[in-house]
């Protein structure tokens, strides 16, 4: 079974059914059976509350109409605290939803997101952070591996996915060999040689998760991020799917 932990609405069409049926045509080539969506057709950085609840109201009908193909992460922006624990009631314990997703709108080392973390973990909810080393400096309050590794010492019983291992993804493994319960997914970069087996050397086989960021990616392009790894083939199940299904306790 290949899980796709990470990928986005922003394939064509208008509703979640178009959107919906077009990467699950895709996924189905190359074997994805379960995809992890968060976000909505628009990235909005720094999201006010009614354009959260607009992309979570996108996704979980998604999910509503293929709940065999799609899990979600409610998409919370922490700055607006008492919304984003409304959020998680809402769309976890009431709703779909898996799990929870942290873009570009607070660094996740603040204060805010230790109420997050802390219901995450109460309720066995993973949290997919975005984290980035940018060359040119990251972006107004964008979150780096090394802010995720200060939440994820505060919150130990919380598992967190490392999205995109920090860009920089040698930096972004480094600053994590320390978070047992923060996990790294292979997307959002190209499919350069050596990740898979560097994540997979310093962090262990069960901290690596497949993701492709698709549609913005390719699946096919990150999944030769594992397939062409030189690591066993136990390994290469674990990362395409066998860790994800712990995660989500599947």
Not at 11 to 19: M, Q, S
Not at 194 to 200: F, I, K, P, R, S
Request: charged share 20%; net charge negative; proline share 6%.
């Amino acid at each position: 079974m290949i899980i796709d932990c990470h990928v986005h609405p922003t394939a064509p069409g208008d509703d979640p059914r178009a959107v919906g049926e077009y990467m699950i045509h895709f996924a189905d080539r190359v074997g994805i059976e379960l995809m992890g969506q968060s976000l909505g057709p628009t990235f909005i950085q720094h999201a006010t509350p009614g354009e959260i609840e607009s992309d979570n109201d996108f996704n979980q009908t998604m999910i509503e109409l293929f709940p065999e193909r799609y899990f979600g992460y409610a998409n919370l922006n922490p700055n607006y605290l008492r919304h984003s624990m409304d959020e998680i009631e809402r769309r976890v314990v009431d709703g779909p939803f898996a799990g929870l997703k942290l873009w570009v709108a607070l660094r996740c080392n603040h204060p805010n997101a230790d109420a997050v973390a802390r219901r995450a973990g109460e309720l066995g909810a993973p949290i997919l952070q975005h984290t980035f080393f940018r060359a040119g400096g990251n972006l107004p309050e964008e979150s780096s591996p090394v802010h995720l590794a200060e939440l994820a010492a505060r919150h130990p019983a919380t598992t967190f996915i490392a999205a995109h291992a920090g860009l920089n993804w040698e930096m972004g493994i480094g600053a994590l060999i320390d978070s047992p319960n923060v996990l790294v997914d292979t997307c959002g970069f190209d499919p350069e040689m050596g990740y898979t087996e560097m994540a997979v050397r310093e962090l262990g086989a069960e901290r690596v998760v497949y993701g492709s960021d698709g549609s913005g990616r390719s699946f096919a392009s990150q999944l030769a991020k594992v397939h062409g790894a030189d690591i066993s083939d136990e390994q290469k199940a674990q990362i395409l799917g066998g860790n994800m299904k712990r995660v989500l306790g599947l």
